[in-house]
C-alpha cells in the first residue's frame, strides 16, 4: 500500500515457459488483465516457438481467457495463487468441480470484493488436475483481503488483520499463529512490510519481488487495485519493466 492506493504484487515460479498478458471482456462480465502461463495450453516442445507457427496451429491461444495464473479486474478486485502442499480437498458431490484455474477466471469475471470471490470459491469443488495444489489469496480496492486455503478437509478464510497480507508456498492454516521459519520468502516480505508498516509505492513493491525471486521466477507482476496500472517484467529482467492499464469503474 502506498497512501491511498493499493497494491498487489506476486511473483510466478515454476517451469521455463512463454507468458501471455491478457486483456479481456466478457459479455456477462467484468473486464479484466490476466497472466497465462500458455504452456498449459497443449502446444507441448511447440510453445517456445508460437510465433513461428502458422496461425492455424495457433488455435489453441483462444482458450487462454479459461486459464488465468493470475488478474485484476475493472472493479480492483486481484486473484492470485500459489502452489502448496496438498491438504486433504474434499468434495462436496453437491457441488459443481472445476479446474483450479478456471475459478480464478470466475472470481474475475463475477465478483467485485473479497467477499464475492470467496464466496464464488465456496460455490464449488476445485479440480487440481492441471496442476498442483493451490491456495488463493484474493485482495480489493477497499483494502480487504482473504487467504483461502483446503486443509484437513476444510475451508480456511484466513483475512488480512493488517494492511497487508503475504502467501508463499505453505499452507498457513498448517502452521496456525507461527508462520516464522517456514519459509525465507515469506519471512524476508513480513519484515519487509512490517518494517514499512505496509506502505510501499509500485516500484518499492516490485523491488521486493525482485530481492524475494528465484531462479525459476516466470514474472513478476504489480497490479494497481486503485489505479488500474499493471507493472510486469518477465524472466527476472528488472532493467525490463512493461506498465499497462485497465480502466477502473465503480
Known amino acids: 500500500m502506498g497512501g491511498a492506493d493499493k497494491f498487489y504484487g ?18 456477462n462480465g467484468y473486464a479484466s488483465v490476466s497472466m497465462v502461463d500458455l504452456a498449459y495450453l497443449g502446444f507441448g516442445d511447440k510453445v517456445n516457438r508460437l510465433t513461428e507457427l502458422p496461425l492455424d496451429q495457433r488455435r489453441a491461444l483462444l482458450s487462454a481467457p ?12 486481484v486473484v492470485g495463487m500459489a502452489a502448496v502442499p496438498d491438504g486433504d480437498l474434499r ?18 469475471d463475477q465478483a467485485s470484493t473479497v467477499d464475492e ?12 488436475g ?11 480496492r477497499a483494502g480487504q483481503s482473504a487467504l483461502v486455503e483446503f486443509y484437513q478437509g476444510k475451508v480456511h ?26 519459509c525465507s520468502r515469506y519471512d524476508t516480505i513480513d519484515q519487509r512490510l512490517s518494517t514499512a508498516a505496509g506502505r510501499l509505492d509500485a516500484t518499492e513493491a516490485l523491488r521486493l519481488l525482485q ?6 521466477t516466470q514474472w513478476s507482476i504489480v497490479y494497481g487495485l486503485s489505479t488500474g496500472e499493471v507493472v510486469v517484467t518477465p524472466g527476472r529482467a ?9 480502466d477502473l469503474r465503480d
Open 117 to 128: 470471490a470467496v464466496a464464488v470459491l465456496q460455490q464449488v469443488n476445485i479440480n487440481w
Open 66 to 77: 479459461a486459464l488465468p495464473f493470475d488478474g485484476m479486474n475493472e472493479r480492483g478486485l
Open 10 to 27: 506476486r511473483n510466478f515460479d515454476w517451469v521455463d515457459s512463454p507468458a501471455l498478458l491478457l486483456f479481456t471482456h466478457p459479455t
Open 157 to 182: 478464510i484466513i483475512p488480512n488483520d493488517q494492511p497487508w497480507h503475504l502467501a508463499t508456498n505453505f499452507l498457513l492454516s498448517s502452521v496456525g499463529d507461527n508462520p516464522a521459519g517456514q
Open 130 to 140: 492441471s496442476g498442483p495444489a493451490l491456495h488463493y489469496l484474493i485482495a480489493d
Open 91 to 108: 468434495r462436496d458431490p453437491g457441488k459443481e468441480t472445476i479446474d483450479s484455474l478456471q475459478v480464478i477466471r470466475r472470481m474475475l
Open 238 to 246: 528488472y532493467s525490463r519493466v512493461h506498465t499497462f492499464r485497465l
Open 211 to 216: 530481492d524475494v525471486s528465484q531462479p525459476n
